[in-house]
Nanobody
């Protein structure tokens, strides 16, 4: 499985960005795909997760109401729309896959990781 995250950049506080994660090489019909981020000096944290089989979406409290995860199964691409960005959202953002139909999206349980994309929120 290969994952390619893109869409990061510099944005002012209150602004928006949309990240994309293009996935390929799946051998399983079902999987969970999530977005994670790691700020300087902090541990990697999960912020959102969805499944390719249904419309479920989970969010961490830190992004709930501001970020939206969506997917285009035909393109094997998952998006993260980030609105009302704050300086504390500055981090490297990663997408990752867990090769199971159900289950939490947490760092230890993810099977595949893409390279990150840097998001910087600053004026």
């Amino acid at each position: 499985v290969q994952l390619q995250a893109s869409g990061g950049g510099l944005v002012q506080p209150g602004g928006s960005l949309r990240l994309s994660c293009a996935a390929s090489g799946f051998t399983s019909n079902y999987y969970r795909i999530g977005w994670f981020r790691q700020a300087p000096g902090k541990e990697r944290e999960g912020i959102s997760c969805t499944s390719n089989s249904d419309g479920s979406a989970d969010y961490s409290d830190s992004v709930k109401g501001r970020f939206t995860i969506s997917r285009d199964n035909a393109k094997n691409t998952v998006y993260l729309q980030m609105n009302s960005l704050k300086p504390e959202d500055t981090a490297v953002y990663y997408c990752a896959v867990r090769s199971t139909r159900y289950g939490v999206c947490r760092v230890p349980y993810m099977d595949y990781w893409g390279k990150g994309t840097l998001v910087t929120v600053s004026s």
